[in-house]
């Protein structure tokens, strides 16, 4: 039966939020918050309209072209938040379809920071896929240029210091996501890693193989989403085939980890031996995939000696997206220790940190308490 999760005590999200932790996987697209998405399209007196069709491709019955209108952040965000009814990707393209040219981007640069800001996180890991950005024909390379100057912008505006992971979505053409990282390799020692994203069911990792191959030996780190949305055998499955092939940094998600041996493989050995960051998304993966939080078993797989960290994903697509909310139900779950070697974890294995700034936030986190 699914666990209810409640809305958690305000002190107590702001007690999360004192604590120095670095966001390691956080779409840019999925944490535009509503009210800067509707304030967007009213600026440019154009207006959103809910999909005309649902989650299953069904035609949705609207009474007329009226009730199709978002004309509230509110209705915006009860149209973000509900993916169960919706197709994800038409949700997506609400903030997708404003960071199209380079002053799009710029703004939305500067709202990623102050939303960063308002949770007091200071550092973060943010992915994207470029190639998402292209309608009003910027190229690859430019939208990346663009992106990199947005977030230096940003910075000098905020103080919140982003780097950039680039997604490649896993349904593409294999030869595309190979032309894809070879304009990602145009800006090695700006950028921090590839990724690779959206469905996984009928797009096995190693469709995209040799993509992730052209980043070896090169300053770029790999990470990917995997074990997330097929069955559980095909999620083991995935797992095991990045461990063995991808020369991972990094892995989102990997629900079954826990489960470790497979294919008289030990997933968990092979995660401490290489030295993988596990970013874990225990709200997001509660949406839609997992009963409970405790059905990652992330305390075991903490206690393991892996470096489990705790994401937020996708903060403005669903109800306690923040990551202090994630952080919050984790406490509650396994208590203060775990909490804060997560949150040791996440600094200790960030890929945007100098050697100061780590020494910093790891020191901070020494005097933290709850
Ligand atoms: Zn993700």
Not at 178 to 190: N, Q, S, T, Y
Request: charged letters at 25%; hydrophobic letters at 40%.
């Amino acid at each position: 039966m699914k666990t209810i999760l409640s809305q958690p005590e305000k002190s107590k999200i702001k007690a999360m939020m004192s604590l120095p932790v670095v966001p390691l996987h956080i779409h840019w697209d999925g944490s535009v918050p509503a009210a800067s998405i509707y304030n967007f399209y009213a600026k440019k007196n154009e207006h959103l309209f809910l999909p005309e069709r649902d989650f299953f491709g069904n035609v949705i019955k609207y009474r007329g072209e009226g009730d199709r209108i978002i004309d509230s952040p509110e209705k915006l965000m009860t149209f973000q938040q509900d993916m169960r009814k919706y197709n994800i990707t038409d949700v997506f393209l609400s903030s997708i379809n404003m960071m199209q040219t380079k002053e799009d981007l710029f703004a939305m640069a500067f709202a990623h920071c102050s939303y960063l800001r308002s949770q007091n996180t200071r550092f973060a890991e943010t992915r994207f896929a470029p190639q998402y950005h292209t309608k009003a024909g910027l190229s690859i390379e430019e939208i990346i240029s663009i992106s990199l100057d947005a977030f230096q912008k940003a910075f000098e505006q905020t103080g919140v210091k982003v780097g950039l992971i680039l997604s490649l979505d896993r349904g593409s053409d294999p030869v595309y996501t190979e032309d894809l990282v070879r304009e990602f390799l145009k800006f090695e020692g700006r950028i921090l890693g590839i990724d690779l994203a959206c469905e996984e069911t009928l797009n096995p990792p190693e469709k995209h193989l040799k993509a992730f191959e052209l980043t070896f030996d090169t300053e770029i780190k790999r990470t990917v989403h995997t074990g997330e949305m097929c069955t559980q055998e095909e999620n083991l499955d995935n797992i095991l085939v990045v461990l063995k092939q991808f020369r991972l940094s990094g892995i989102g998600h990997a629900i079954p980890l826990w489960k470790s041996s497979h294919k008289g493989s030990d997933m968990i050995e092979m995660m401490i031996e290489q030295d993988i960051r596990l970013e874990s998304n225990p709200v997001s993966n509660y949406n839609f995939f997992i009963e409970s939080l405790d059905d990652l078993h992330l305390d075991r797989l903490l206690d393991a000696g892996i470096k489990v960290t705790l994401n937020s994903d996708d903060p403005a697509m669903w109800k306690y997206g923040d990551n202090a909310c994630v952080m919050s139900f984790m406490y509650d779950l396994y208590g203060k220790e775990f909490l804060f070697r997560t949150c040791r974890n996440s600094i200790e294995s960030s890929w945007l940190l100098n050697d100061k700034e780590r020494a910093a936030l790891l020191s901070e986190l020494e005097c933290s308490d709850l």
